[in-house]
T-cell receptor, first 116, second 114 residues
Framework: KAGVTQTPRYLIKTRGQQVTLSCSPI?????VSWYQQTPGQGLQFLFE???????NKGNFPGRFSGRQFSNSRSEMNVSTLELGDSALYLC???????????????FGPGTRLTVL | AQSVTQLGSHVSVSEGALVLLRCNYS??????LFWYVQYPNQGLQLLLK??????LVKGINGFEAEFKKSETSFHLTKPSAHMSDAAEYFC????????????FGSGTRLLVRP
């Protein structure tokens, strides 16, 4: 079974631009979460989607948004990029059977975003 | 609010020595707890998880962790370090609601000396 895939793997943008990152979860997984990893702030939760609905949101400004499609693939968008947005963006997927036991999250390799 | 504290941003051990990475959590109810490992330029890989079954949890690559409610701890151990264990390790906590939000500790970089 293929793992979580993220595209692109590396991205360079300039301040003020916007960017869209893509995540394809493991086949059959319906929950997709996004995390930002920086040396200063560590790993921080951005948002989680389940069945095309945002189920939870972290403490990030409105410039950060996401969505999930009917095939569970997810995208996140960052508008008006700032230098501080330079980070590794990780996507994770989970099986999430309603009423079932907790299912662990499987992480993708991440997208390394550099803002110049 | 839930939180995780990892003591020691860097831990250095000799090959063959015991590995002990510390994690303490804060939660009003027993949470789910996890240890993840991250190798350079890669994502996170789950080592083990605690979801209220046995308090001693065995994971991959010879790692294990013990959930101690009285100490609010979930320390990660491995009896004998291998060079390939050199990586960054993250402890994480999740609530028992329907969300899969993980709150991570700041990470501990494990260095293994030959």
């Amino acid at each position: 079974k293929a793992g979580v895939t993220q595209t692109p793997r590396y991205l360079i943008k300039t301040r003020g631009q916007q960017v869209t990152l893509s995540c394809s979860p493991i086949s059959g997984h319906r929950s997709v979460s996004w995390y930002q990893q920086t040396p200063g702030q560590g790993l921080q939760f951005l948002f989680e989607y389940f069945s095309e609905t945002q189920r939870n949101k972290g403490n990030f400004p409105g410039r950060f948004s996401g969505r999930q499609f009917s095939n569970s693939r997810s995208e996140m968008n960052v508008s008006t990029l700032e230098l501080g947005d330079s980070a590794l963006y990780l996507c994770a997927s989970s099986l999430d059977i309603v009423g079932g036991p907790y299912n662990e999250q499987f992480f993708g390799p991440g997208t390394r975003l550099t803002v110049l | 609010a839930q939180s995780v504290t990892q003591l020691g941003s860097h831990v250095s051990v000799s090959e063959g020595a015991l590995v002990l990475l510390r994690c303490n959590y804060s939660s009003s109810v027993p949470p789910y707890l996890f240890w993840y490992v991250q190798y350079p330029n890669q994502g996170l890989q789950l080592l083990l998880k605690y979801t209220s079954a046995a308090t001693l949890v065995k994971g991959i690559n010879g790692f294990e962790a013990e959930f101690k409610k009285s100490e609010t701890s979930f320390h990660l151990t491995k009896p004998s370090a291998h060079m390939s264990d050199a990586a960054e390790y993250f402890c994480a906590v999740s609530g028992r609601d329907s969300s899969y939000k993980l709150i991570f500790g700041s990470g501990t970089r494990l260095l293994v000396r030959p």
